[in-house]
């Protein structure tokens, strides 16, 4: 009869299931292929644990055949055969122990099993030739052992494969095929009770085996699963930290073993917290799902990228050839943002940087491995959104002198090592001192006078900012407590100090411990804290102008110079930045944007301060545009706490006013 052709690929895909010792073909669940080759690996290594008793079993079974027929007709034969097999099952038993590797593999190909099965097999058609050749002509007691031996055959292979149905059945079925010949040939009525026996005997055998295969199988797959839903990130599907870990450690290993090389990509994501922030959560998850399957598409077949933090991805490229194979696949990572994302109807851009270390040039240990992986991110992260960037030795002393610097910097304020300077603003219509800028100082016992450019920075990264921003506000306030009612300070504010909703409060209990007014208070913040990277920082801004604090846009210029910031909040002061001040006599379009500032925030009524003034002409020029306030070393350089009061009555300053 012919089979159609849909049946026949039926029918194929059941043998080739069959043979592979697949459940679903057995009833269990229908399995992928990773799921599949799991279970045989599961299923191979317990066989593989019993291989060498198994054999050990045989050849003894097999002596023990030889010596029980050696005065039978037929004892050549069986010596020989006794031999053969003995001698194959020790190879075989050998062959297999030698092949258990150390660590237990997590797929075995179906091949792999279509051999074990074919094997067993073939140690089961040895035993089936045994009751069909010598049991005949066997004396009384060599046909009782035979019995035996078959018998314990029969159990043994059923309890050795008893998690392999076709395994079992590979080699059981020869022995059952043979005593059935045997019992046939002869005419004795006893031998229809044993053929009875035998099969209800093997039925219960072959029974035990399914009803224990398939729930062997259901166990490994619910440990597969389970060990899955433990390495995977639940929102991209990707391979979370666990699983990434695991890998750089098989990696590590391998490099170890046979020194195989690999590198590492790092990734961060440039702009994930300002989408958060700006769309929501759902938007920023989806942004985030929308990138991990672009990166994973960026990868060759058998790497998958992991998600190991927020926004933070990595890469183990196993068995690297060349460090540019690691370039290549960092700079598909960076194309692959080209393109905006869609989500929720909007066009939103991304970005990544990488930061790539290769092994074991970078280093041997997963600590070391991702320590420079970071640092080569960090680098790449300040070179600007898109860059990748190598880890080079030069990054590892730079990532350590930050690493000191954070440490000390942890315990600065408990040793005192804080100070602020303060540095005035010279009021050019009233030719008077109307407050100070309250600038921060670091005196470290070794490095000495660590500017804010280099600290504030490391602040932030550590959180530090936090308890440093409170010292400097009630530093600040209390120093103002001595000063003239008319005159104010200004302090500076980071954009991670507004991601703590407990400033308001800092600020708040500060202007009450000092007793200074409110309005005495003046607060300096640059621009790219108006990106609404931190939600809060409108409204902490917002509660702080009710109380009657004024705020000061910083630095202003050098952001992103949209003018609509200033219609964001009610600024009481621009201060140009002294990039500005130091070019407008040499460069004229300098020159216009200063005086185009002026003029605009003279029409929204906010006061203009100019950075930097070092010279008297620039002082000049900025007194002709009307400028409303100057600060720069030509007024002052910023001077201690002690040296405010004298300043404000110095006749130099006198002078300067009167210029
Ligand atoms: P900023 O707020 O723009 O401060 C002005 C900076 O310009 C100060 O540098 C000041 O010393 C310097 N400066 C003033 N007049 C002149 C001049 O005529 N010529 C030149 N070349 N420079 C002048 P400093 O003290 O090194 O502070 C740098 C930055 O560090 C500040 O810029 C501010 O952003 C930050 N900073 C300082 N103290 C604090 C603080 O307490 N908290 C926070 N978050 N940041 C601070
Ligand atoms: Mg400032
Ligand atoms: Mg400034």
């Known amino acids: ?105 997590q797929f075995v190909s179906r091949r792999a099993m279509h051999r074990l099965v074919r094997n067993a097999f073939v140690l089961g058609a040895a035993w089936g030739i045994v009751p069909v050749a010598f049991f005949a002509d066997a004396s009384a007691g060599g046909q009782l052992v035979i019995t035996c031996l078959c018998s314990g055959m029969l159990a043994g292979g059923a309890l050795a494969f008893a998690t392999i149905p076709i395994a079992a059945i590979a080699f059981t079925a020869p022995i059952f095929v043979g005593i059935a010949i045997c019992l046939s040939r002869d005419g004795d009525p006893a031998y229809v009770l044993v053929a ?20 062997f199988a259901r166990r490994v797959m619910r440990q597969v699963e389970a060990e899955r839903t433990v390495r ?122 990488v930061g790539i270390v290769l092994a074991p040039r970078d280093g041997n240990t997963p600590l070391d491995v991702m320590k420079n992986a970071d640092t080569a991110l960090y680098r790449a992260k300040k070179a600007g959104p898109g860059t990748v960037c190598f880890f080079e030795e030069a ?29 005035p603003f010279l009021d050019l219509g009233e030719n008077r001192i109307t407050g100070f800028e309250a600038l921060l100082r670091w005196q470290h016992p070794s490095r000495g006078l660590v500017p804010p450019s280099e600290f504030i920075p490391v602040a932030e990264e550590t959180g530090l900012i936090h308890e440093i921003g409170e010292w400097v506000i009630r530093r600040a306030c209390a120093t103002l407590a001595d000063w003239p009612e008319e005159i104010r300070v200004a302090v500076n504010f980071s954009a991670a100090q507004f991601h703590n909703t407990g400033i308001l409060q800092s600020i708040v209990q500060a202007l ?21 990277k931190y939600g809060s920082a409108a409204s902490i801004l917002n509660a702080l102008l009710q109380l009657g604090v004024t705020v000061a846009l910083d630095d202003f210029g050098t952001g992103f110079s949209s003018l609509t910031y200033l219609r964001k909040l009610p600024f009481s002061r621009i201060k140009i930045d002294q990039s500005f001040i130091r070019d ?13 500032v002026i003029s605009l925030a003279r029409d929204l009524n906010i006061d203009v301060v100019a950075e930097g003034v070092e010279t008297a002409d620039q002082l000049e020029y900025l007194r002709q545009i009307s400028c409303d306030e100057v600060q720069g070393y030509l007024i002052s350089r910023p001077v201690s706490a002690d040296a405010v009061l004298k300043l404000l009555d110095t006749k130099k300053l006198r002078a300067i006013f009167a210029a």
């Open 232 to 353: 995977q990130d639940p929102l991209t599907l990707l391979p979370n930290r666990f699983a990434f870990n695991e890998t750089l450690d098989a990696a590590l290993k391998r490099l170890a073993l046979s020194g195989e090389e690999f590198a590492v990509l790092l990734l961060d994501l440039d702009r994930f917290k300002e989408i958060n922030d700006k769309f929501g959560h759902p938007a920023g998850d989806e942004f985030l799902v929308q990138v991990a399957s672009r990166l994973q598409r960026c990868t060759r077949a058998a790497e998958h990228v992991a998600r190991i933090g927020g926004d933070e991805f990595a890469l183990v490229m196993a068995n690297l050839a060349r460090p540019e194979d690691a370039l290549e696949i960092a700079e598909r990572f960076v194309a692959a943002f080209a393109e905006p994302f869609p989500i929720e109807g909007r066009e939103i851009l991304g970005a990544t940087s």
């Open 196 to 215: 009875i026996l035998v099969v209800v005997y093997g039925s219960v055998l072959l029974r035990a085996v399914f009803v224990n295969s398939l729930s």
């Open 395 to 423: 990054d590892d002393k730079a990532s350590r002198d930050r690493k000191a610097l954070q440490s000390d910097l942890a315990g600065a304020i408990a040793r005192n090592e804080l100070f602020l300077v303060f540095q």
């Open 1 to 105: 009869m012919l089979l159609g052709s849909g049946m026949r690929t039926q029918l194929t895909s059941y043998f080739a299931r069959l043979f592979a010792g697949d459940m679903s073909a057995f009833g269990s669940p229908a399995t992928d292929d990773a799921m599949a080759g799991h279970i045989r690996a599961e299923q191979m290594s317990l066989v593989l644990g019993y291989s060498v008793g198994i054999m050990l079993a045989n050849a003894c079974n097999a002596i023990v055949l030889a010596i029980a027929l050696w005065h039978s007709p037929d004892w050549k034969l069986a010596l020989i055969w006794a031999v053969v097999v003995a001698v194959a099952a020790i190879a075989f038993g050998l062959q297999s122990h030698a092949s258990r590797r150390i660590t237990k593999p």
């Open 584 to 596: 407008m006599l040499v460069q004229p379009d300098c020159a216009a944007i200063v005086k185009s």
């Open 512 to 532: 009450a411990d000092a007793k200074v007014s409110p309005s005495r208070l003046e607060i300096e913040i640059t621009e790219s804290m108006l990106l609404s």
